[in-house]
Structures are given as C-alpha cells and as structure tokens.
C-alpha cells in the first residue's frame, strides 16, 4: 500500500557512506586533540604551573556535556514520537542526523573558533558542547518538516543547517559580540526560522490526504513526555554549560530554573482556559512549558533577577500555548506553513522573545547593579570591545537577533530550494507521518489480546 | 460520557494564573541571588582569598541537584503512569504540582533557613536542591490521592503540604538538630502520613464504581518501570545531595547504593513466595525495591557499615512487600483509607524504619568508630548542641519521627477538610481513574492493526 | 495456558533470600569503608596534606558513576524490552541480576583488588564503578538467553559470571599488565562469549514453537530505544570512568563520541541497503549503532586521533549489522547458537575488534607521539613493567584478547552445563518469550478503545 520512492534504495546508504567516509578523510587533515586531552598534557600542565590532574576543565565541563548530550537525543528525539505511526522516524531520523551534525559541526565550528597555529583544529569537551548545540538548531528545524521529508532529505537540511549555523554563530559571538550563552537566537532562532521557511518552500496542498496520521494516540503522547522532561529539566545546563565558571554558570542555572517553573503553571492555565470544558492538551503540555528555558538563553548570565526570570517563563508560554491554539491553524491556512510540531511557538516566538530580552537587559545593566569588574566580566568587555558600554552592547544584541532571523529565512529559501528537487525519495502526501515508507514495521502493531 | 465538573472550567486556570502571579510578586519582594551566583562574586572571593572561580561550590553540588531533579519529575512522574486511563494525569500533575511547589518551597524554605540581613532570601543551587527535596513530599502524599482528586485539590495539597514541611523541616532539623539528609523523617514519613491523612478524609465509599479503570495494561507497566529506575538510581545522589562534604557525602552514597541492591533481592522473594504459582508482581518491583532507599535517609551519613546498610535494605523491603499484599488491602477495607499507589507501603512504613535506624545509629556512635572529630562533624556537635552526646542525640532524632508523623497526620486532616469541600471540581466516583476527565484524549487510542 | 514449572514457587524466593542473607554475612566479615568515605577522614586529611575536602575524589568520579549505573539499569534494562511481550522479563530480570550482580562484584573484586593489610575490602565510589562494570558482562549474556531461561538459571549464571570475570580481570589487568578502561575485552568479549556457550548448550530444538513471541510490537521497538539511546549517550562516561585523571579521561570521551557518531551513519547505511525498497530495520538500529562504543573500549585512553575513532567506529558497524543480517540466522540453523538480541554482533565483534584495535595502537606506540611521560602515563610503564615497551605491550594487549575469550568458552561451557540440569524451572519451548510464565499479567492487554 505504501508508494516506497523508486531512488530511495541506493540514496540514503550511498549519503551516508560518502559522507562519513568524507568525514574520516577530513577528521584525519583537520582533527587533532587539544592540550588538555594529549598525552603532551603532564609537560603543558607543568609549564603552566598547574598542580594537580583534577584542575583539568573536563571535570568541571562533563557533566554539562552530558546534560546537554541528553537532551539532543533523548529530549529531542522523544519529544518527536508523539505521532502514532512515526516513533520510529522521529525518533531514528533524529539519532541519525544529530550523529551526522556533530561531525560536520565539529569541523565547522572548528575552522571558525579553534584553528591552532598550525593549521589544525584542536578539540576538547567543550567541543562536543558546542557541536551538540549547533546540531539542535537542525533538530528543531526538523520539527517542522516532521513525517513529510526523507532521511536524504534530512542529511542535506543538517549539513546545509550546520554549515549557516556556524557561519551566524561567527557574526553574533564573535564579530558583533553579542552574548547568547543558551542560544536563544543562534540556536532557536535560527533553527526555527530555517525549518519554517524550508516547510513553506515545501508546502503540500494534498497533506490532509495523511490527515487519518497527524494524531497521536494514548501511549505515544507518554512517550513525548519523556522527551518533555528531560529537555524540561536538564535545560538548566543547556544554558550553562559554557556559560563563565563561577558565578555566570550559577546564575544560568537560577534563572533557566525558574523561567521554566513559571512556564509550567501558565502553560496549564492558558491550556485549560481554551478547551471546552476545560480539558488540558498534551500539545500544549509537551512543548510550551518549556517555552521558558528557550527565553532565558540570551540573558541567563545578566543579573535579570529570580523574579524577572519567572515574568519571562510566564510571558512567553502565554504566548506560546496561545500559538498553538491560534497561530499554527492560521499559518497552516493562510500562510502555507505546515509546521508539525509547532516549532514556531516553541522556537521561534521564544526564541525571539529570548533575544529582546536579552538586548533589554542588556542595555540596561548598570554598574551598581553588577559591580564595576561584574560587568567588564559578564559582557567580555575586553581587549576589541573594552570600550563599548552596556547601552550599545544592547543594540549589538538586537542586531544579533536580527542576524539570526536573516540567516534563518534566506537560509530556509535557498535548502528549501535544493530540497524542492524531485530526486530525494520523498513521501507520497498519502504517505506523510508514516513510518512504513521508510521501515520495516511489523505486522501486529499492538500487544495482543488474550 | 464524562461528568465534567461544571466550575472546573475557570478554577484550574485562575488558580495557576493568580497563583504563579503571587510568586512573582514575592520573589520580586523576597528573593536575590546568593553571594556564589552574583556577578560581585568576583569581589567576595578575592575578600575570601578563594584563588579560582573552580571553587566555586556550585561544581561540587551541581551533578547531585540534576539528579534529584530527575528523580522527581521523571521518578515521580513515571512511577505513577502505571494506570491503564491515567498516564497523563499521572506524569502531567506531577509535573504541575512539583513546578508550583519547587517555587513555593524556595520561599518557605528561605524565610526559615536563608534569610539574609537586609530580609532578602539568598538564593543558590543549594536552595533548589532543597526545593526539590521538599516538593518531594507532596508528591508522595499524591501518591495516595492519584486518579481521586482534580488538579485544583493538587495545587492547594501542595500550597500547604510545602508549608507544612518548612515548619516542620525547621523544627527537626534547627530546633531539635536532628539529621535527616536523605529525608526518611522530613519528606517520606511526612509526606505519606500528610497524603494518606488527606485520602482517608475524603474516602470514596463508592470507588468501586471506576474499578475497571484502577489496574494497569501492559505497556503502562513498563513506563513506569522508567520511573522506578531512575528513582532506584540516583536514590544515592538524592541521600549524599546536601551531604557533607568529603566523608558525609561518599558514606551516604555507598549505603544507599547497598540498601537498595538488597531491596531488589528481596522484593523478588516476597513477591514470588506470595503470588499463587510464584508469579511475581509488577506492583512489587516497581515499589517495594525502593524501599532501600526510603529507610537510608535518615542514617545514610552514619558509620552504619556496608553490612549494616544491607540489612536495612533487607528488611525494609521485606515490610513494604508484604505492606502490598496484606496491609493494603486490609486498609481499604477496615481503616477506610484508599491509597492508589500503596505509599504507606513504599514510604510510611519504610519512612519510620528509616527514622527509628537513625535514632538507633546515632544513640549507639561512639568515638572508637567515628574518632573524636569525626563524631563531631558528622552530628555537627558544635555551638549551641556543643555538649550532646551521642545518646542524646539519638532522643533527639526519635522525638523529630514524632514531629513527623504528627505534621503529616494533623496537617493531613485539616487539609483534607478542605479538600473535601464541594468546590474543587472532583471527579465522580464512576470516572475516578479516567483521563478523559482532565484531558483531552484522541478517539482511536490505539495503534491501529495494519 | 501457561505451563508452570512445578518446582518453581519455592525456588526463586529461596534463592533470592539465602543468596542476600549470604551476602549480608560476607560483607559483615570482610567489607568497610575505604579512608575517603569513613569519618576518620579528616585526620587522614591531615596527614596526607588535603587542603579541602573538595579533593576527595569522589567528586570527580560520582557523575561518571551515575551515567554508567544508568546504563546498566535503564540502558541494559530497556533495550531488552523490544519483544512484544517479554518487556517485564527484560527490565526486571536485568534488573534482579544487576542488583545481586553488584553485590557479589564489590566482594570478588575486592577480594582480587582492594583487600588491605588487615583482610577487610575497604570500597569507595570506584568499587561501585567496577561492580557496575563486572556485572554488565553478565547482563551481555543474558541478551543470548532472554526469554528462554529462568530467573534462577539467571541467579546462576550471574554468580558464576562474576565471578569468572573477576578472575580474568586480575589475570588482563594485573598479571599481563593489559590496558582495557572501557573493557572491549575484559566485559565484552568475555561477557558475549560467556552468553553464547551457554546459550549453545542450552539448545532449544523446538523453539519455533514460540515463534509468534519473538517478534516486536510498535510501541515495544519505542521503549528499547531508550535503551538505546541511554546507552549511546552515557558511553563515554563508561570507557572513560575509570581512566586516567587529567587527559586520559578526557580523551577517551572525545574518542568514544566520535566512534559512535560514525557507527550511527554506518549502520543506517548497512540496514537501507540489505532491506528490500531499502527500508530501515529496529533491530540494527536498536544495536549496531553501539558498535563503535564497544571497539573503542580498549583503545579509548591511546593517542589514536580523532579520524582513527571514526574509523574504528565505521568498520565495526559495517560488520556488526552485517552480522544481523547474515551471521545471526546463520549462527542459529546452522551451528545451534540461538542468540536472542543478538550479542555476537554487538558485543563479541566488536569486542574482538576493540581488543584487536588496542593491541595494535599499543604496539605502534611511540615517544614521538605520546612523548616520552606521556607514554609511560598512558600505559603506566612503572614498577614491576618499568622495561616493558609499547612493542612488547601489544602483545599482552593480544593475550589479553585471548585469554577474554578463553575463560567465555570454557566458563559458559561449564556453567552451561549446570543451567542444563533440570531442577531450574525453565520455561518449555511453546513458552518463551513469554512474561505470563513468571509474572502476573493483568487480562485487557491493551489500552482499551472508547
């Protein structure tokens, strides 16, 4: 029953083989590890006076790393096995090019931030923090084209996604010096705006034709939770893992902490308050009580205080939930934009929202809130920028956000154009949200009586 | 089908409306971040001579607090998706009542314990550890109510189940200087009796009318399977979290670790030996191999010895398997008090063991096993308890069980007159146990047969 | 409908009861706490010098205790859930053996590592690491028995595991000096080669009879992938946890990451490309994926560069699903072997291909690479092999691969040859892979339709 795509056979083993042989080759010119992971580390340690094994960065890295690590594969990819015949691809297409993105990114943010002298990139844990980070804005890219593209499809969208990330990545931290230690515009932005616009490019007018597959059934919608929680509760780390040690970090942590304690309850409220009858949505419960990790990823470090952190979780999962009720209907009708998990009001509007905040509080940090040397700290203003003041760090974070947006939209156009292409196997509309055109699934789908 | 309670439709979102609106006002009046987590850190460590921002404690407590954060949302939350209809309400109240309580516990418990000078509370990791731990006790009084209450019910046993806990955390921890740092007395012994106070007042005499929605299906088993074992393996995280550090810390972990490895083997027995043919129950394992961990808490930082932890394990598991299988039960029937998850089994019973080996422990230490000073740091034998001994101290952890049980029972009965006044929207005793009350469920609830 | 063994009701509980009682008994005699975990602590601080207690190790070792306990209880435990109706059997089994496994470790290995001057085994957080460790290889070699023995068979087989892996781990790791952090031979390859004898000896001629079982269900290929993916992600906490402070930790998380990032690609290749109309299969993507993992856990603390962990990841997941695909029926018709999750593709190949890998960058080993102190860090060329070479290490690297899969052979020959008694209580053939023969499964198996 299921139209399998004639060239699907030979394209998505012949993508991944090349690639990842293309990959070693490029590792093997490229790749080599940094100070502290070579086993040159006990003379450098000994050149730089340091003591003991355990001032190493690792141990203080690690456990971030492996928060974060979470939440890519098991966050993201449980988040999206909501559907009732696509478990299997949201959750194996997100493993499959998340593994490919850190690889590519690897490689890209290493020829923007960690050439050596000698031509090489140099790679440590903080690293694989980074190369996780730029996989997501892939991930959530993914969320709207959720069950309507192939995997080649997805190998493209993540080596084009990664490539541009790393590329605004570079504008907004580096060149405008902006600070986005969560990503709430490199990251969700970026991500969000890209995926919508490569669905927009992609719009399937016949996609009712799968509408019978759009849903999700009981025990799917438990799964997705699993994802929830697990984004929800090591958010905290993803926007401090390569926040400044000491109190930068800790402060990430306070400010994620409450941003998506407040989420929660307004979630429920807004949820509860729309349905007839009062009933809550596992929609809305599944992704925007999480709204407010994504708009606390630009200020978490600022002094934005506890209880300006929960006015940020409460605003923007209002906004949120009301995006799932009314915008993504609407975006779908008038606009053209299918957009399957509602990464616009997960992503997009947070992320934004994340982003003014930022460039508000920045401006506004004043040195009698901070201390004298905690704003030099906080904002870097050194070296190429120790004369800039918190008032026009504000309008560089603005134009951040306005990088992100740019890169995200023309970015989207021109994928979506390559993905437009008829030769990437692509589903039937008949055929969206359903895992058999791409895996074997087993007669007897459910346990059986007895 | 549903009886939808008429006012639910505008109590749940006023409440978390106006509720999360009250805790932005009070942590805008109330709460600042602590010296670790503000940018003038930079000042106070070179005033304290702290020679790297690495010192900070933030790195030492941080990889604990992430894993109580996950016992309590993914433990909590998925032990309690085992019923057949519920798994929403299960996974998702749990989810709503901890993000209120975590926020309200920060306040609470900061008035007690982190008042500042200037009448701030000084929030850090620390804190949310504790608030963490505190929510942990309403969870468990949910427990006993799951499947009976509307969420609006959950919201006010929160309100005052955390309220309740800072008093009486304040009085068996500061006033009577007893320790409890894994919480058998604060959080398991008061949770359960406040949870099953509350469920014996408002006693369904009809709950027979859902009885076909109260076992689980296969699949609910297994999910909550996922959240037994996340509570089963960062139980030691959760005994060791607000340790000490150094020895309190390490000696908590490895008593968890062997008093829960015990549990496992036991519950086995038990639950074999009960069932006819020696079938073993999924009820069992998914509680009654927690009840380790459950009865450490109190002693975990004692020189109970490896063996001595075994023991407890050993026999703490044997009483809440058999509590599932005869006392349960017996309870509904003749006490009058339906306890859906069986929490007089996995936290009441193995809570009280838990306080009476600590009191045991602590009145039997003497200097020839802990050493002069060790005995010294590990009661904290300091300022105004300077002159205890280690009898006394034992009186002393004895008399804070009674102020336990006492808060749970008396704090559970007028909390539940409360809840039993006819204005919370509680569902009727036919669709107890049903999501469909709460939330909206999608018609066609299984995966379809192809 | 469900045959019970007769002699089943008595055994299970009694051995699970003696067993523990025996345990509580042995640690009484002969386990302590080790000098970082007991309250003499603070003078031994002074003794040696500590400044603060932050220098215990147990900081820099417990998050990577916890990532690998969560492999072995959620990781293990889920990933053996994907049979439609052997989830119970697969999370509880695994878990009944773990928590008794653990415990019998910490003694053995205690016995052949950690015994001090006065005859007592002083454990720490590291013991609970290598407890976790030996005891995943008994867990591998339940993957070739699952659903096809009894829980008592599974009590045999673990105390005869550990206990021959304990042997074999002194005679690699102390007696020929081997290196193997993340144990490609001392866990894997022995651990495979173990499961498979015994799985060998306990042919099952007729075993098509419960055919119909041993397939997936839908939902049930979703819950293994959260063991899989726990797995995949918490890998380089496991090759690294017990490697090197400073930068042979952190190398070997760098390696592990990037081997398993090339496994996932290869393997999506390797399942397209064998599946008529290119379609992925679960079962390859549920395990070959952990390939690289695996081979990398003998190399994982060398200088074998970045590039050559994505080729080692690369080629044992070519070979690894090829296995699925060809070796697994093969191994089954025609040399008698029924494996059931198919442990010779995961953990034996790669296994050998890990411990093949480490014998040959050992042996390449050079000054000019490692440096001179690092070479001798990395393979601690001191004391007793202070004139060993790298030449010379390679080697006993390879006898070290032998000797692995020498004490698999013959020790699951052996211990095969017990379990083939028939006083075990083994389920008949009709009945395997079946839960009803050893749990209570309620009746209505499914989430009901409304």
């Known amino acids: 029953p299921c139209r399998v795509p004639v060239n699907h056979k030979c394209n998505l083993p012949a993508v991944c083989f090349v690639w990842q042989i293309a990959m070693i080759i490029l590792f093997g010119v490229f790749v080599r590890y940094n100070e502290e992971s070579d086993t040159r580390w006990i003379e450098h340690r000994r050149r730089k006076n340091i003591s003991t094994n355990l001032e190493n960065d690792f141990y203080?890295?690690?456990?971030?790393?492996?928060?974060?690590?979470?939440?890519?594969?098991?966050?993201?990819g449980f988040l999206m096995t909501f559907l009732k015949r696509y478990s299997f691809g949201g959750v194996g297409f997100n493993f499959l090019i998340a593994a490919f993105g850190i690889q590519w990114a690897l490689l890209m943010q290493g020829w923007f931030h960690y050439?050596?002298?000698?031509?090489?990139?140099k790679i440590g844990v903080e690293n694989l923090i980074n190369a996780d980070f730029c996989v997501a804005g892939c991930l959530i890219a993914y969320g709207a084209c959720l069950g309507k593209v192939s995997p080649v499809q997805l190998m493209v969208l993540t080596l084009f996604g990664v490539t541009l990330f790393a590329v605004e990545e570079y504008i907004i931290l580096e060149l405008l010096h902006a600070k986005d230690p969560g990503g709430s515009m490199v990251i969700h932005t970026f991500g969000a705006y890209y995926g919508l616009t490569i669905s927009w490019v992609l719009y399937r007018p016949m996609l009712s034709q799968s509408k019978h597959l759009q849903g999700s059934v009981y025990h799917s919608d438990v799964f997705a939770m699993i994802g929830t929680l697990f984004l929800w509760m090591y958010w905290p780390s993803f926007n401090s893992a390569i926040a400044d040690h000491g109190d930068g970090q800790h402060r990430a942590v306070i400010n994620t902490y409450l941003a998506l304690a407040a989420s929660v309850l307004t979630t429920f409220a807004i949820s509860s308050i729309s349905q007839k009858h009062g009933k809550l949505d596992m929609v809305h419960i599944q992704n925007a009580t999480l709204a407010g990790g994504v708009a606390m990823g630009t200020a978490s470090e600022f002094m934005i205080t506890p209880y300006g952190s929960l006015i940020v979780g409460f605003c923007s999962s209002i906004i949120s939930t009301f995006g799932y009720i009314f915008l993504t209907p609407f975006m779908e009708k008038t606009l053209?934009?299918?957009?399957?998990c509602g990464i616009h009001n997960l992503?997009?509007?947070?992320g934004v929202i994340g982003g003014i905040v930022g460039a508000i509080t920045a401006a506004s940090a004043s040195e009698s809130v901070y201390g004298q040397e905690g704003l030099i700290n906080t904002f870097d203003f050194k070296e190429a920028v120790a004369n800039r003041t918190a008032n026009i760090q504000g309008g560089y974070q603005a134009a951040g956000l306005f990088v992100a947006i740019a890169f995200g939209l023309v970015g989207g156009a021109l994928v979506g154009g390559i993905l437009k292409l008829p030769i990437w196997g692509d589903p039937a509309d008949a055929n969206c949200f359903d895992d058999e055109v791409y895996w074997e699934v087993r007669k007897g789908l459910q346990t059986e009586t007895r």
């Open 60 to 76: 203080y890295r690690y456990p971030s790393f492996q928060d974060v690590h979470v939440m890519i594969f098991v966050g993201f």
């Open 115 to 121: 050439l050596d002298d000698d031509g090489k990139i």
């Open 336 to 340: 053209k934009i299918q957009d399957t």
């Open 347 to 350: 992503h997009a509007m947070p």
